[in-house]
């Protein structure tokens, strides 16, 4: 037989004494308030920080053909926030355009930021606004520093980049070399007056007094690099690092599983391709005009030729910028859950509609 108490009644302390067990009594008051708190913490949505920064422009460089350099600082003086190899900032441009930036300067100093920009003649507009229009004194609002890209020291590293891709590579090289690490650099492009920083990296190489770690590839001197060479010498024990376009990303991660080695990490500097993608249409508001969405491109490319100051960053479905409302239609979502979907608005760097030939509406 069992005898059955209310916590909220505590039982007595025996048959003999009629006084309510101290134990229990004081869980009986406690554990309303810690059930209360309990609900008031799941019903908690996460809040996003604002990394948000005002930043002033201290010096444009020319660093190699069709690429400048971008120093920033804080434009109130004070410290910038730490950040490591990997990083990147969101810079909103004067146009209203944000774009995403990898930081390659030097970690360690909190008074500057840098980046390079190689200008994409038939781009978005991006690298061309910052090529001809930003130059020394000029503000702007950036965000982050954010890293999805980061370099975990300890074993032997292969780092291989592409053109531009460089920018996230040069901090992570730097940190490899300074803590004596084993490291090889990979860097190929068109030609060498294409290929920012080489006086950076032969400085890196010379410093740390080793054999040759930086192979320099060149298309028009060496031919077009096959993934095999790329990732020669890559084997067990060796994380590989690398940034380039989607074509050579896509390859390396075809040919990489062979080499044996520990780790494949990347980041692309434009979108994946859409692969596999359906047409639809997108309404831009209840009554607004409807743009149709090819399958070879995604909604965001699609809105951001009508209205450029459509908000964006990774273009690869993690950073939650490009999220927009849904007022009507079904959204196939794709994405990480870090972007925080929801059936209610629609990555559309990503998503697209759930049905061949549908319509999504959204709230803009
Ligand atoms: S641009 Fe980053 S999630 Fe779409």
Known sequence: MSTEYDLRTPPPRSATDPRPDPVLALMARVTPFLLRQSARRKRREP??????????????????????????????????????????????????????????????????YRIAVRRIEKGDGGSREIHEQLSAGAELRAHGPRNAFAYAPGGACLFI??????????????????????????????????????????????????????????????????PDLLLAGAGPGTSVYFCGPPPLIAALRDAFPATGATGLHFERFSAAPVVDGTPFEIRLGPDGPVLPVPADRSALSVLAEQR???????????????RLPVLTGE????????????????????SRSATSGGRITLDV
């Open 47 to 112: 809040v996003p920080v604002d990394r948000s920064l005002r930043l002033v422009v201290t010096e444009v460089r020319h660093e190699a053909e069709d690429v400048v350099s971008l120093r920033f600082a804080a434009a109130d003086g004070g410290p910038l926030p730490g950040w490591h190899p990997g990083a990147h900032l969101d810079l909103d441009l004067p146009s209203g355009r944000r774009r995403q930036y990898s930081l390659c300067g030097d970690p360690t100093d909190l008074t500057t």
């Open 308 to 322: 450029p100051e459509t908000g964006y960053s990774c273009r690869q479905g993690f950073c939650g910028t490009c």
């Open 161 to 226: 980049a592409g053109g531009i891709g460089i920018t996230p590579i040069l901090p992570m090289v730097q940190a490899a070399a300074a803590m004596g690490a084993d490291w090889r650099l990979v860097y190929t492009g068109r030609s060498r007056a294409t290929l920012p920083f080489l006086d950076e990296i032969d400085a890196i190489e010379t410093a740390g007094g080793a054999p040759a770690r930086v192979t320099v590839r060149t298309d028009d001197a060496d031919g077009v690099p096959t």
């Open 331 to 350: 959204v196939a979502h794709a994405g990480s859950v870090a972007a925080r979907r929801s059936d209610t608005n629609m990555l559309i760097c990503v």
